[in-house]
């Protein structure tokens, strides 16, 4: 068992954790953090779905060791305090929840495409491929134009 | 607590059959409450007693409550679950309606499981049993806040008004419900009309509503089972054979048991559950298990014998009537999973004493009962918390996962958070049963003079051990054939055999209605082609309901029906009625590569009667055209020598925004009609217009379904 550190919403942390215990784990059992969600433990749902570096990650797949001395992001640190991400504020506007499980996981797939194209076609939300066994696609969809439409055009 | 002060019994504006009771509870602050009655006029539907509500138990005894508390805070704990449905944001709008309060201070929590009384979730019936004994509620509440402010202001009751959570005065005196919660506990009879207004007066009822919970969603805070931390439960997870309730026959739990993070390791349902301090050290030390399973009793059979089987349990058909031509149609439904996304989860706390349960369900009051039997204790004794669920479609009614839980933390003697993986959930867990359908309309001089609806499905056996005598609600009865009477068919008919296998089977949205109704709208849009009508044309000449002919025609005309369309493309539509609310859909599909059909429009219009929420509404029917595309073209489960196949969303392909049309309408129509169910209305809809836009863009008759399976 090794000590890995990282930072987790902004805040270090410090956990005891075998190398190949997946991310998922260590936040939701050691660390508490809930938001993160199982769905399928095999990264196919991508209802964990969060950041590493700003990155997408799925997190039931990521082993700790992979995120050692680098920078995490669940959808409990995407707020600016009590400020909603554009991505939550959309979400929000579009009342594209229904069960809510899958959400934190669409949110943070949204928040990271738009991070990687601030202008994304229907191709490019085609290509998200979290499940939501609700079926809030097109809200989903409306949400992230929203966003989208809320930052500054695209440079040249 | 104590009754007083019942009121006489009310009639209700005339929209129902039902009369309300409204009691004031003996209490410091006011406190209200209604009974709910057990089945509402409308839960019937047009349909009468079909499998879904006819699972409704319960009486008129338990009490919705409404309790208004000096932090200015309305609190409703509702006998029913949310499970992404929207019903919390429902009955809030209803309060916040008859009391003028703000929908951000009205709670609804949901109530922990009841000893009697109707706390039963499913058959679409939530918003028409709540909608009348809410709104008196808290109309009963409104009117005791007023007349307590007006003794306090020695004013006339009637010049008091409500807004925002406050009575206020003509001259401009004003005090929040909050402080007026103590006076008005003590008023027996209210100054003022305790009658819910009349739907002209609604603000909230009606008007298109964010989720109460939206916020909590959308920041990580709205939590399920597996988040709570509740009685310091520990990870839990089960080994489960390769078969369908394939049998434990040894098991070696040596190395499992050395391995780190591990707590305890216990053999009981037949399984091996391990507990340990992370899922991660749970899930490594039961693949570490060296079990020996014997197969299990399904073992010898596949998809194949099953699909054989079912087809010689098909009724024989009658008779056609002499000189009618004949339009039929064999159907075939594969097996589905329910899948929600927060997977089967339940926490347990067992004691020799008592046993408290966290876990979202349907059905608490049978799952309370049943897990004081399972762990040997008196139901009082029993605490069942519900908790909201990650998504249901059905799969709550039955509480497996709890079932487990309870035996697991008995025989580890420490409490346990169980969870089942999403391949447990798969592969063990419930599904919709299998079925084969034999549709035939009879055709004479231009019109359909008789309908036939023959038809076998999969019905559960049980060996009185393993998952098939644990987890509540079984199907009422064998479906019946629909005889709803949707169209003018002359001779309606219809019979239903079955099959028993032992395989784990569950209500699953919109139950039978889903491979029935599909079908019927198959052979119906075949009727017209043989007829040489247009399907919407068709349908509007036959449809015998006025309402069911007006949501068509919404649909027809919202989504431009009969527009040029290229080749390999097409629009289909269909019609359902249930519930006592009814629904059309239409759709518009790519199936240029027919392997690869993208469903790119969905157009929806529905009659609920009353809508209290539109924007609930509209989720929900977006929701049943996603289970409309998937069932219909993708998503289902495989048999294969007594396992099931798929095991993971990777294989058990159910759509994901790749396949979710790139636009979606719904249309509510407008009513002031006694409210309808909604939650499962779409699904036949749906399923049957996204068949038949895949039969017209590829010239096919869809028979066997999911059709990319």
């Known amino acids: 068992m090794r000590s890995y550190s990282f930072v987790l919403n902004g805040k270090p942390v410090t956990v005891e954790a075998p190398d190949d215990m997946p991310l998922l784990w260590v936040l939701r059992d050691l660390l508490g953090v809930t938001g993160p969600k199982y769905g399928c433990g095999v990264g196919v749902c991508r209802a964990c779905t969060s950041h590493l570096d700003g990155a997408e990650i799925q997190p039931c797949v990521?082993?700790?060791?992979?995120?050692?001395?680098?920078?995490?992001?669940?959808?409990?640190?995407?707020?600016?305090?009590?400020?909603?991400?554009?991505?939550q504020q959309a979400w929000i506007d579009r009342d594209v929840a229904q069960c809510g499980f899958c959400q934190p996981g669409q949110i943070m797939a949204a928040a990271a495409l738009l991070k990687r194209t601030s202008h994304p076609t229907d191709a490019d939300i085609d290509r998200i491929e979290n499940v939501c066994r609700c079926g809030t696609y097109a809200r989903i969809r409306e949400a992230i134009k929203q966003a989208a439409a809320a930052s500054p055009p695209a440079q040249g | 607590m104590d009754l007083n002060d019942g009121t006489a019994p009310e009639r209700h504006g005339g929209l129902s059959r039902r009369r309300f009771m409204v009691y004031t509870l003996a209490a410091t602050t006011l406190t209200v409450a209604a009974p709910l009655a057990c089945d509402s006029p409308s839960a019937q539907g047009a349909e009468g007693a079909r499998a879904s509500d006819v699972l409704v138990t319960g009486t008129d005894e338990e009490m919705l409550v409404l309790e208004v508390t000096a932090q200015n805070k309305v609190v409703v704990r509702l006998p029913r679950v949310e499970v992404g449905q929207g019903i919390t944001t429902a009955v809030a709008m209803m309060i916040a309606e008859e009391l003028d309060a703000r929908l951000a201070d009205v709670d609804i929590p949901l109530a922990d499981a009841r000893t009697k009384g109707n706390q039963y979730t499913g058959?679409?019936?939530?918003?028409?049993?709540?909608?009348?004994?809410?709104?008196?509620?808290?109309?009963?509440?409104?009117?005791?806040?007023?007349?307590?402010?007006?003794?306090?202001?020695?004013?006339?009751?009637?010049?008091?008004?409500?807004?925002?959570?406050?009575?206020?005065?003509?001259?401009?005196?004003?005090?929040?419900?909050?402080?007026?919660?103590?006076?008005?506990?003590?008023?027996?009879?209210?100054?003022?009309?305790?009658?819910?207004?009349?739907?002209?007066?609604?603000?909230?009822?009606?008007?298109?509503?964010?989720?109460?919970?939206?916020?909590?969603?959308?920041?990580?805070?709205?939590?399920?089972?597996?988040?709570?931390?509740?009685?310091?439960?520990?990870?839990?997870?089960?080994?489960?054979?390769?078969?369908?309730?394939?049998?434990?026959?040894s098991v070696d739990d040596t190395a499992a048991r050395a391995m780190p993070g591990v707590l305890a390791i216990v053999k009981t349902a037949g399984t091996v559950a391990v507990v340990a301090e992370s899922f991660h050290y749970a899930l490594k030390a039961r693949d570490a298990l060296r079990i020996t399973w014997a197969p299990g009793p399904l073992a010898p059979l596949s998809d194949a014998a099953i699909r054989s089987r079912l087809k010689a349990a098909v009724p024989r058909s009658s008779t056609p009537p002499r000189g009618s031509t004949q339009v039929q149609g064999e159907f075939e439904f594969a097996f589905v999973s329910h899948a929600p996304m927060e997977v089967l989860t339940a926490v347990a706390d067992v004691r020799a004493d008592r046993a408290e349960f966290w876990f979202s369900t349907q059905t608490p009051m049978d799952a309370r009962d049943s897990l004081a039997q399972t762990v040997g204790l008196p139901a009082s004794k029993v605490r069942v918390h519900v908790v909201r669920g990650g998504g249901s479609f059905g799969r709550r009614l039955n509480f497996d996962a709890a079932i487990e839980a309870a035996l697991i933390s008995k025989a580890a003697r420490r409490p346990v958070k169980l969870m089942w993986t999403r391949a447990d959930d798969i592969r063990h867990g419930r599904m919709r049963p299998a079925s084969h359908h034999r549709i035939r309309a009879s055709v004479s001089g231009g019109r359909v003079v008789a309908f036939e609806h023959l038809m076998a499905s999969v019905g559960e056996?049980?060996?009185?051990?393993?998952?098939?005598?644990?987890?509540?609600?079984?199907?009422?009865?064998?479906?019946?054939?629909?005889?709803?009477?949707?169209?003018?068919?002359?001779?309606?008919?219809?019979?239903?055999?079955?099959?028993?296998?032992?395989?784990?089977?569950?209500?699953?949205?919109?139950?039978?209605?889903g491979t029935m109704r599909t079908?019927?709208?198959?052979?119906?849009?075949?009727?017209?082609?043989?007829?040489?009508?247009?399907?919407?044309?068709?349908?509007?000449?036959?449809?015998?309901?006025?309402?069911?002919?007006?949501?068509?025609?919404?649909?027809?005309?919202?989504?431009?029906?009969?527009?040029?369309?290229?080749?390999?493309?097409?629009?289909?539509?269909?019609?359902?009625?249930?519930?006592?609310?009814?629904?059309?859909?239409?759709?518009?599909?790519?199936?240029?590569?027919?392997?690869?059909?993208?469903?790119?429009?969905?157009v929806m219009a529905a009659d609920v009667g009353t809508c209290v929420n539109p924007r609930g509404l509209e989720a929900q029917l977006m929701g049943t055209a996603m289970d409309g595309i998937s069932t219909v073209l993708q998503a289902g489960l495989h048999i294969d020598r007594g396992a099931v196949r798929e095991g993971s969303f990777a294989d058990f392909r159910y759509a994901r925004q790749g396949q979710a049309p790139l636009r979606f309408e719904a249309h509510v129509m407008p009513s002031h009609g006694e409210p309808g169910g909604a939650g499962e209305l779409g699904v036949p809809a749906a399923a049957g217009a996204v068949a038949?836009?895949?039969?017209?863009?590829?010239?096919?008759?869809?028979?066997?379904?999911?059709?990319?399976?």
């Open chain 2, 461 to 513: 056996s049980f060996d009185g051990k393993g998952l098939a005598a644990q987890g509540g609600v079984t199907r009422a009865a064998g479906p019946l054939p629909s005889d709803s009477g949707l169209y003018n068919f002359g001779r309606v008919g219809g019979n239903s055999g079955g099959i028993q296998l032992p395989i784990p089977l569950g209500a699953w949205r919109s139950v039978d209605s």
């Open chain 2, 123 to 249: 058959g679409s019936n939530s918003v028409s049993s709540l909608y009348g004994p809410a709104r008196h509620l808290a109309a009963t509440a409104r009117a005791k806040l007023v007349t307590a402010a007006a003794q306090r202001w020695h004013l006339p009751a009637r010049t008091l008004r409500t807004w925002n959570g406050r009575v206020v005065a003509p001259d401009g005196r004003n005090a929040t419900f909050g402080a007026l919660t103590e006076a008005a506990a003590r008023i027996r009879h209210p100054a003022v009309s305790d009658k819910p207004k009349p739907a002209s007066r609604h603000r909230v009822i009606g008007r298109p509503t964010n989720r109460i919970d939206a916020r909590d969603i959308v920041t990580g805070r709205a939590r399920f089972a597996g988040d709570l931390p509740a009685a310091g439960a520990k990870p839990t997870v089960v080994a489960r054979p390769p078969t369908v309730r394939g049998k434990l026959v």
């Open chain 2, 519 to 602: 079908a019927e709208e198959v052979v119906v849009d075949e009727v017209a082609r043989a007829l040489g009508k247009d399907p919407v044309a068709f349908r509007r000449t036959t449809l015998r309901s006025k309402a069911v002919k007006a949501v068509l025609d919404k649909v027809a005309a919202a989504g431009h029906w009969g527009r040029a369309m290229p080749t390999g493309t097409g629009q289909g539509v269909a019609v359902h009625e249930e519930y006592g609310s009814c629904v059309a859909c239409l759709v518009e599909i790519d199936a240029t590569d027919p392997k690869k059909p993208r469903v790119t429009k969905v």
């Open chain 1, 62 to 87: 990521v082993p700790v060791a992979d995120c050692a001395d680098r920078t995490v992001t669940t959808i409990e640190g995407l707020a600016d305090g009590d400020t909603l991400h554009p991505v």
């Open chain 2, 692 to 709: 038949n836009a895949y039969a017209r863009a590829t010239g096919t008759r869809p028979r066997r379904f999911p059709l990319n399976f």
